[in-house]
């Protein structure tokens, strides 16, 4: 299959793990179908979006054309702004209708997470009813990581449903008297999504274990919302060029067999196999041969391991001999979907257990699995998950017994009919983390967190929790107060490890972050450069290619972003098992020659 059998759908949506390359492909394909004369618009669902990085080109929350591509114009959905104008929309025509505290307290339903959600869906709704269809033949979608897009094309349904039971909707939709024309364009988006003529799912992977298994939950998950049309890319499948390099042959060998237990759901699908790229991949030039099975390059004249260009790369070992002076406290790993998050969560742990501390590993990615890498060999810790449905269901039934037990039969229907908003389930995972968050004063939390733009809403709601605790506490309670966002900023009680790649648009998107955290006082305690080929002595083109540009984005990180690092090398072997996570913290067992 070639890139041209993508040419017949109108609107494609490209997910997967992290870090897979879902918007270099969403990209590449979006500038393809320009370039056969047709008009696309690009979008970019993910509130960590590095669409302008790739394309080399700001992009805005509006549809604006790509300079240098004819035909392709290009928008983020940015959430706050999103949910800025939404509340302005909503709230607009009651100003000169309500009294002034009636208006106070309709913006101050509008003000919570729910309604960051909503106004962001309400923008993608919006892109698929007929009027952009009509502007574009194609709208080619660049989603979030899996667990977030799971949850946005949810929604059409979920929402649509909600409006049909529940005529007077929810507070976060605001005042009533819109919510017909809302339930229209919901319904509309939930049929679009399921027509395979018009709609089609692009699984974005890499030949590696991790990814795969999200692309095979993502597969049943979207098929039991009944859509029904999917297409495969596999990005990054390496060939060694050299094979008596044993480092590219043990990546050729990796890759090959991820392939080859590919499992039956994936190997049915259509599927579009992309070669490891050398080179960087930002900027139409670049993607302009994405789809290309292009040249081996020249190699570089000097190997830039470690020992020719005496660069010092720390190991993990050196941050966790830090950590490990602690009884108990939070450690948040945080960073970009598909940087090893998960991973260097799941090492943390097993070197902290093993060396005796009381460890919680938890994990807030409702793709999230730590469980999965731990094996048997194990120490012993607690090992928890944030699932969503499990939680909300918990919180709702914890509500009924609460608050319904001395309701009316109508009250109480009423109560159950709000419990059912999809917002519910935002406030659910909230209070599961902040439990979490608390429960570091007695043990050491490791926290797996979500990817970055996911995070990032979820502490947009630990944020608006503690100005409304804040706000409610009479000014002598004030100082008895302990929020969870006043944990996450205090340095003695919360360490954050931002991990990412030493890749260009990972270490970009880790910066960002940490300017996130920073404006909301938070500061993160270091940062860990995982999978680093610059540790290694490969003599592979390919690979040797790709270590120069890491090493300067090492180079980036140590001289400019912070002044606590760690490096973790490419592993002989995939990190799983309690033997061979603390070998990644160690930095032993990487690929060298020997």
């Known amino acids: 299959m070639n890139i041209a059998s993508l040419a017949g759908t109108r609107y494609l949506f490209f997910t997967g793990k992290g870090g897979v390359g879902k918007t270099v492909s969403a990209c590449a394909t979006a500038l393809h179908l320009a370039g056969e004369g047709r008009s696309v618009l690009l979008v970019s669902t993910d509130p960590a979006s590095n669409l302008a990085e790739v394309l080399g080109t700001p992009v805005e929350n509006k549809a604006t ?34 009294p002034e505290n ?7 339903q509008l003000s919570g997470a729910c309604t960051v959600e909503i106004a962001a869906f309400d923008e993608f709704a919006a892109l698929l009813s007929s009027e952009p269809g009509e502007t574009f033949n194609h709208i080619v979608f660049d989603t979030a990581p899996t667990g977030h897009t799971l949850r946005l094309l949810q929604l059409p349904g979920l929402w649509t449903r909600f409006l049909e039971a529940t005529p007077a909707g ?25 027509d395979t003529a018009l709609t089609t799912i692009v699984l974005v992977t890499r030949p590696e274990r991790s990814p795969i298994s999200e692309c095979e939950r993502a597969l049943q998950e979207l098929t039991d919302l009944g859509i029904g049309s999917f297409i495969l890319i596999v990005n990054a499948v390496f060939r060694a060029t050299d094979p008596d390099d044993p480092i590219a042959a043990a990546m050729e060998q990796r890759a090959s067999e991820a392939l080859e237990r590919l499992p039956a759901t994936l190997q049915d699908l259509p599927r579009i196999t992309i070669p490891m790229k050398g080179e960087s991949l930002l900027g139409l030039d670049a993607l302009r041969t994405f789809f290309e099975d292009t040249h081996t390059p020249a190699a570089p004249a000097e190997p830039p391991s470690q020992g020719a260009t005496g660069y010092n790369l720390p190991p993990l070992a050196d941050l966790v001999d830090e950590l490990a002076r602690r009884e108990s406290g939070l450690i948040m790993i945080m960073g970009k979907g ?8 799941a090492a943390v742990a097993v070197e902290l257990a093993a060396r005796g501390a009381p460890v919680h590993l938890a994990t807030t990615d409702p793709a999230g699995r730590p469980e999965a890498l731990l094996g048997e060999d194990a120490p012993a810790m607690k090992v928890s998950r944030i699932d969503p449905a499990e939680v909300t269901r918990t919180y709702v039934e914890g509500v009924l017994a609460n608050q319904g037990k001395d309701m ?34 007695r043990e050491i939390v490791v926290m797996d967190t979500a990817p970055t733009g996911h995070t990032l809403l979820l502490l947009d709601a630990t944020g608006s929790y503690h100005q409304e605790v804040v706000r409610r506490t009479p000014a002598q309670g004030v100082h008895n107060v302990t929020t969870p966002l006043m944990r996450l900023q205090d340095p003695a009680y919360t360490h954050i490890l931002l991990v990412t790649l030493p890749e260009s648009t990972p270490v970009s998107e880790a910066a960002e972050l940490q300017a996130d955290l920073r404006r909301a006082s938070i500061e993160p305690w270091a940062w860990v450069i995982n999978h680093c080929l610059a540790a290694t002595e490969t003599t592979d083109p390919v690979l040797r290619q790709k270590q120069a540009l890491e090493l300067q984005q090492v180079a980036r990180v140590r001289d400019g972003l912070s002044d606590r690092i760690a490096v973790v090398p490419v592993m002989e072997a995939e990190p799983a098992g309690a033997a061979r996570l603390r070998e990644l913290v160690s930095g032993t067992s990487s690929m060298r020659h020997t």
């Not at 928008?75 to 100003?95: F, G, K, S, T």
């Not at 598909?338 to 969560?345: I, M, S």
């Not at 109560?415 to 570091?440: I, Q, W």
């Open 65 to 98: 054309p790509v300079p240098g591509a004819d035909g392709l114009s290009a928008l983020a959905i940015d959430p706050m702004a999103a949910a800025a104008a939404y509340r302005e929309r909503v709230i607009e025509p009651y100003r000169e209708l309500w």
């Open 408 to 441: 009316s039969a109508d009250e109480l229907e009423a109560l159950k009919e709000d419990l059912r908003s999809p917002c519910t389930e935002e406030v659910a995972v909230f209070r599961a983390f902040a439990r979490l968050v608390a429960g570091a004063k």
């Open 102 to 108: 009636e208006v106070a307290d309709l913006e101050e």
């Open 338 to 345: 598909g940087v090893g998050k998960t991973t260097v969560a």
């Open 170 to 194: 929810a507070s976060c939709l605001g005042p009533h008297s819109g919510l017909k024309t809302e339930q229209e364009r919901f319904r509309e988006a939930f049929t679009t999504l399921r």
